[in-house]
């Protein structure tokens, strides 16, 4: 899975574990949604490219840098919106886009609802985040979604990946680069990831 890099931490591995765990509530799970966001960006960011620039210290002139590639951050709603601001932390000039997706609990594919993206979408790099990727449905269809609006530089950022999701999105567009916290054993019947940390936007979010 040449496409695929877990993100090997052990502060992510602590908070992955709170957020497993079935008896954390939904406040903490959206606290410690956010931190693991940033410990993540951190790592995702490690490539971006920077360009030199001239800046005067109070003691004389050097060189520093800037950002070469503006970046923007697209969260699958709804639970990626709960990693959006510990990406914004790091990258606070960061545009931010949104689409909208659901799993049809029956067929397991994704229904579009709401989409809505910054203008440079065409020359940006985007930062694609979900903290599920379970059958892939979703993430390919936010990918192939942004491609069609002018995206040509995505990278996938989730906190939990099923082997059927990284197959299914780097067959889908190999192009992506993915970002993953942990790789899980597999899906269930249901589509569910296990072991995983059950309904992402039901645990933030307090619904169900
Ligand atoms: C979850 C999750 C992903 C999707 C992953 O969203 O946030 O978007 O499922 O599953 P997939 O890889 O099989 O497509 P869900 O459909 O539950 O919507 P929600 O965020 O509104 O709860
Ligand atoms: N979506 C989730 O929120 N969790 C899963 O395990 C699978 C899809």
Do not use: C, W
Not at 146 to 167: I, M
């Amino acid at each position: 899975m040449n496409n695929l890099t877990i993100i090997d931490h052990p502060l992510i591995k602590r908070d992955l574990s709170i957020l497993r765990d079935r008896n954390t509530n939904n406040h903490l799970f959206r606290t410690v949604l956010k931190r693991v966001a940033s410990i993540m960006a951190l790592e995702v960011t490690r490539s971006l490219k920077l360009r030199e620039q001239k800046i005067r210290t109070p003691l004389e002139d050097t060189t520093g840098h800037v950002l070469a590639e503006d970046v923007i951050i697209v969260p699958v709603l709804r639970a990626g919106l709960g990693l959006v601001d510990g990406f914004l932390d790091f990258l606070p000039d960061a545009k931010v886009g949104h689409v909208g997706l659901y799993r049809d609990e029956r067929t397991l594919e994704p229904v579009d609802y709401y989409s809505m993206f910054p203008t440079t979408l065409n020359k940006s790099l985007i930062l694609l985040l979900d903290p599920m990727l379970a059958t892939g449905g979703s993430g390919a269809a936010a990918i192939t979604f942004l491609k069609k609006k002018g995206a040509r530089h995505t990278q996938f950022v989730t906190l939990v990946a099923a082997p059927e999701g990284v197959q299914r999105l780097t067959t889908t567009h190999p192009d992506v680069h993915i970002f993953s916290a942990v790789l899980d054993r597999q899906l269930n019947a249901q589509g569910y990831i296990l072991p995983g940390l059950g309904d992402a936007g039901d645990r933030m979010f307090g619904t169900k």
